[in-house]
């Protein structure tokens, strides 16, 4: 059976994770979506992977489950099993995800990095921008889901 692992901080998940997770899970047996432990978050590391969790059972995805993850991509990749690192690339990541993937194969030359071109539709959406919207009272949901749109109004609403 061959694991991917799709990590990341998904502070909030946005329609564009669940874009590649679905799209991760009819190329893989298993997919992982190892959502970090992070400081820096405005939600919980249990409220992100509630989100992640309840946005993929809304689409009926079943070979795709959701756990945290600590430390190195890596080694989190070898604790869950996984073959595969799998990444959203949009057009300004490249550099970044390039360099990260020469050192964790330098760090680890069995786990492939697979990267997935975001779709259109989600080529400007960032959890980093979801944010910013939010932090000037402006409707997010036409970028995640209703559960998700809600909790980030009810956190900016002050």
């Known amino acids: 059976m061959v694991v991917a692992l799709y990590p990341g901080r998904f ?12 799209r991760a899970s009819k190329l893989f047996d298993s997919v992982v979506i190892g959502v970090a432990y992070s400081r820096s978050t405005i939600f919980s590391l249990d409220e992100r992977m ?14 795709v489950e959701v756990q945290p993850v600590r430390g190195l991509t890596v080694e989190s990749a070898r604790e869950v099993g996984a073959t ?14 390039f360099d990260m ?24 959406v960032s959890s980093t921008r979801i944010r910013e919207l ?25």
């Open 11 to 22: 502070d909030p998940v946005t329609y564009g994770h669940i874009d590649i997770a679905a």
């Open 50 to 63: 509630s989100f992640f969790s309840n946005a993929l059972d809304e689409k009926g995805i079943k070979n």
């Open 84 to 97: 595969a690192i799998v990444r959203g690339l949009r057009t300004g990541d490249f550099g970044y995800e």
């Open 101 to 124: 993937a020469l050192m964790n194969r330098h760090m680890a030359p069995d786990v492939e990095s697979i990267y997935l071109m975001t779709s259109l539709e989600n080529l400007f």
């Open 134 to 158: 939010a932090g000037f009272k402006r409707d997010v949901s036409d970028f995640v889901t209703s559960e998700v749109a809600e909790a980030i109004a009810e956190k900016f609403k002050d």
